[in-house]
């Protein structure tokens, strides 16, 4: 992979791809969330990686929808423990049907599943 401001090649380290891999993706959300305001994000499936990524994008500043199903209760917090950093979302919006992840009609510009 190459770009203008890193190449990655044969004997590149795992910790070097994640980092390059890290900084591509925070960069990216930072650029989108920059040039048309936050984007709107729903998670369905709010595993352990979901929920990681979602509490991610929402430290980032994006509007971040969980979707909640069955008789879970509606968690106060979603903490993210990782050797990139610790995070903490505090009360995360927490959608009970696929229809309520969108508000008011609003499209989402992103649906991770």
């Known amino acids: ?7 990655v090649g044969p004997g590149t380290s795992t910790n070097m791809l994640h980092a390059v891999a890290r900084r ?3 960069t990216t959300a ?9 984007l709107k994000v729903g998670v369905v499936g709010a595993g352990a990686v979901g ?11 994006h509007d971040v929808r969980f979707l909640v ?13 990782s050797w990139q950093g ?3 979302l505090e009360n995360p919006r927490v959608a009970r049907a696929p229809a309520d992840l969108a508000d008011a009609g ?3 510009d992103w649906v991770l599943c």
Do not use: F, H, N, Q
């Open 30 to 38: 930072r650029r989108a969330a920059s040039s048309s305001g936050p």
């Open 24 to 26: 591509a993706t925070a």
């Open 1 to 7: 992979i190459e770009s203008k401001r890193w190449s």
């Open 86 to 88: 610790d995070a903490l």
């Open 51 to 61: 929920s990681y990524m979602g509490v991610r994008l929402a430290e980032l500043g």
């Open 69 to 81: 199903m069955g008789s879970k209760p509606t968690p106060a917090s979603i903490a993210c423990k």
């Open 106 to 108: 609003e499209p989402l």
